[in-house]
């Protein structure tokens, strides 16, 4: 995080001299009216006679006003530039790093925790950027200008007297930030908790409309809504609490200023004019110490932003950077005694795994859920660390083979189905320019999908809702099915990916690969037994063990698990 705010700082660092510069000439320029009003103030015993000069100190103000007019439009547009600056820096590398992150790091974080980081937390790190560059900076240069002016041009006592209720109020409000950070701190956890909730409610709308738990869905919304309400008057009180401590302060501030200023003007200390602008300069630290509540409360958020922010960057990412690379893969997979358990599980997943599958062959995998079928093929892939020298491709070792050019090699068709909501040609070639229309099109004839998609008034190009909503689950499936039909790469996974496909449909695209997959390794996971039952070989995976393993019309004679499937979803017409 601190990587990325310097990176931007030095990148527009003559922007942030400039803005510095116009800050500073603002503020000097700023002093001046008081001097001015104040020589007008003394010029009042004889207007007709000092009608000229007074006239000739209204021009210069006038032209002061103008000049700051343009000095203050030009930083106020460099302020926001850099502030917006940052901010993209911000999200890029925070959606670079949550894109690369390893599985395992990923699946640890809420989608409504993930919504906080990208509008909540950038938002303050943006905010406390831009009173870092503008109002921490006017107040430094202000306390200084400003004092400096009023010992010059009016008195050193007066000025002393007068500010020390303002430090004290500065000190005051230094002292209790540690209240704030506290407050803010609950407001950031149930502000989180909501966004989840909101997340997860809207994601469920359907399973909440058919069992009627709307009522309940409420009822939990509510009750975290009014914490977070809590929270947030915490929050208000406070900041409240700075304002009055600050209110209370600049009285105290004008009243000392009145009392000692008209005892001066008695003794022929200072003019009525040096008093008119002594409390014109006073005005001018009205900003500053109304911000330094502000600054405190946007820095102890920014603190815990920048925090969250960081330690969410500092996650392991995956390295999908090409070094080296090896001959194209042809797809021959080995696997040796491969056991494997998630993070912070005491479970294995799976347990001694030993399979081969060659280029040509088809593997199919059946078991029950939970078995550890999904979780082998995301290791095919890498998706999770994989112990050295327990699975090879091409005999090479797949912690030796460059991420970018494993996964190239490989098309896993999930089995959730995912679709962007953006049209059917980029949610078919994946966002990638290197398909020919013809290709995407005998793509969806091989899924079976093509009369659909064709029948549509924009073909490929009609875009549909978020995650493939307008489109029916078989659909949805065969869309997702036909990238395998347009992806070049040697190694094709589908992993349960024909449940919601009919029996004749079903049939036709189970040919269709099996002639796409003729030259190239197959592996089907499935949980129906008419989707692997043409496989050369067929492995049956029990408690994350492989207790069987051979053909269809073997596994059938060992009258085993793979049997009892059979004999199941043969009495449910699954093979009619």
């Known amino acids: 995080m601190k990587k990325i ?5 030095n990148k527009n660092k003559w922007k942030y001299l400039i803005l ?8 000097y320029l700023l002093t001046i009216p008081a001097e001015i009003i104040g020589k007008i103030v003394d010029l009042l015993y004889d207007v007709t006679g000092n009608k000229q000069v007074i006239m000739h100190q209204t021009y210069i103000l006038i032209g002061i ?33 949550l894109i690369k992150l390893n599985l395992t790091e990923i699946l640890g974080i809420k989608n409504g925790e993930l919504m ?17 560059s503008s109002y921490l900076t006017r107040t430094i240069f202000i306390c200084i200008i400003v ?15 007068a500010i020390l209720p303002l430090i004290a109020t500065v000190l005051f409000t230094v002292k209790i930030k540690k209240y704030v950070e506290r407050s803010y701190k609950r407001s950031r956890k149930y502000f989180t908790e909501l966004s989840e909730y909101i997340q997860e409610s809207t994601d469920a709308i359907r399973t909440t409309k058919a069992y009627c738990g709307e009522d309940e869905q409420i009822r939990t919304f509510i009750n975290i809504n009014n914490k977070l309400k809590g929270a947030n008057n915490s929050v208000d009180a406070h900041s409240t609490l700075l304002s009055t401590i600050t209110h209370i302060g600049f009285g105290l501030c004008y009243g000392i200023a009145i009392l000692y200023g ?26 500053p110490v109304n911000w330094i509540p502000g600054l405190i409360s946007k820095y102890k958020r920014a603190q815990v932003s920048y925090r969250r922010l960081n330690k969410l960057l500092s996650l392991e990412k995956e390295d999908i950077e090409m070094e080296k690379t090896y001959d194209e893969l042809i797809g021959n997979i080995e696997i040796k005694d491969l056991s494997f358990e998630y993070p912070k599980k005491t479970t294995p997943v799976l347990n001694n795994i030993n399979l081969t599958v060659n280029k040509g062959e088809t593997l199919g995998i059946i078991g029950t859920i939970g078995s ?3 979780t082998l093929m995301n290791l095919l892939l890498r998706l999770y660390t994989v112990e050295n020298g327990k699975i090879f491709i091409d005999g090479k070792d797949i912690n030796d083979i460059p991420l970018k050019q494993l996964r190239d090699s490989i098309v896993y068709i999930t089995q959730d189905n995912f679709l962007f909501s953006t049209t059917l040609k980029e949610n078919i070639n994946l966002f990638k320019d290197i398909y020919e229309e013809d290709e995407i099109e005998e793509s969806i004839k091989k899924s079976m999908i093509y009369d659909e998609i064709m029948s549509m008034n924009d073909g490929i190009d009609t875009v549909i809702g978020e995650r493939g909503i307008d489109l029916s689950g078989g659909q949805k499936q065969r ?23 009919d029996n004749k449909t079903e049939k036709s695209v189970l040919e269709n690969v099996r002639e796409l997959t003729s030259d190239k390794t197959c592996i089907i996971v499935s949980n129906r037994i008419s989707d692997i039952r043409d496989a050369s070989k067929i492995i049956v995976l029990k408690n994350g063990n492989i207790v069987e393993a051979g053909t269809h019309n073997e596994l059938l004679q060992n009258k085993q698990d793979y049997y009892k499937f059979y004999i199941e979803q043969s009495s449910q017409n699954e093979f009619n």
């Open 479 to 501: 869309v997702v099915i036909s990238r395998a039909f347009l992806n070049k790469s040697s190694i094709i996974i589908f992993d349960d990916t024909f449940s919601a496909l």
């Open 65 to 97: 006003c103008l000049i700051l007019l343009i000095v203050r439009v030009v930083w106020k547009y460099y302020e926001t530039y850099l502030s917006r600056y940052i901010e993209k820096d911000i999200k890029d590398e925070l959606f670079d790093t």
């Open 147 to 161: 004092t400096f002016s009023m010992i010059k041009n009016v008195n050193f006592k007066l000025t002393i007297v």
């Open 116 to 132: 906080s980081y990208f509008v909540q937390d950038i938002r303050e790190i943006r905010q406390f950027a831009l009173r870092v």
């Open 5 to 9: 705010l310097l990176n931007a700082i």
């Open 262 to 287: 008209s005892k001066l003007i008695l003794n022929g200390s200072i003019t009525v004019g040096d008093f008119v602008a002594f409390n014109t300069y006073i005005a001018l630290f009205i900003n």
């Open 372 to 374: 550890g079928k999904t």
């Open 20 to 27: 510095i510069i116009f800050m500073m000439i603002n503020i």
